[in-house]
Nanobody
Framework: QVQLVESGGGLVQAGGSLRLSCAASGRSFSSYMLGWFRQAPGNEREFVAAISPGALSTFYADSVKGRFTISRDNAKNTVYLQMISLKPEDTANYYC????????????????WGQGTQVTVSS
């Protein structure tokens, strides 16, 4: 069993930056594919970014490529999402997820989920 707890969300102006963190419990963290997803009201949960267990491979949605960076610290059981040049359309509840096959981009492919952290970008 893995528990995930996100933090770092908040209110930021367009063009600003935030760094989200997701701390995990459990002994197998370093072996998991990890992902970030987001969900705005009325929308489906959408893929944002993912990172392989050894951090050698990262994957991004086209909408965030070049602005968001996913990273992980396996010693701290933590995955991060650095977000720059934020836009109002980035406003959503952001979730981290764990345990999926390599390169997974669909929410249903991840086994464990956090409760989410709200990011609001004002124009």
């Amino acid at each position: 069993q893995v528990q995930l707890v996100e933090s770092g969300g908040g209110l930021v102006q367009a063009g600003g930056s935030l760094r989200l963190s997701c701390a995990a419990s459990g002994r197998s963290f370093s072996s998991y594919m990890l992902g970030w997803f987001r969900q705005a009201p009325g929308n489906e949960r959408e893929f944002v970014a993912a990172i392989s267990p050894g951090a050698l491979s990262t994957f991004y949605a086209d909408s965030v490529k070049g602005r968001f960076t996913i990273s992980r610290d396996n010693a701290k059981n933590t995955v991060y999402l650095q977000m720059i040049s934020l836009k109002p359309e980035d406003t959503a509840n952001y979730y981290c997820a764990a345990d999926a096959f390599f390169g997974a981009r669909l929410a249903r492919e991840y086994r464990y989920w956090g409760q989410g952290t709200q990011v609001t970008v004002s124009s």
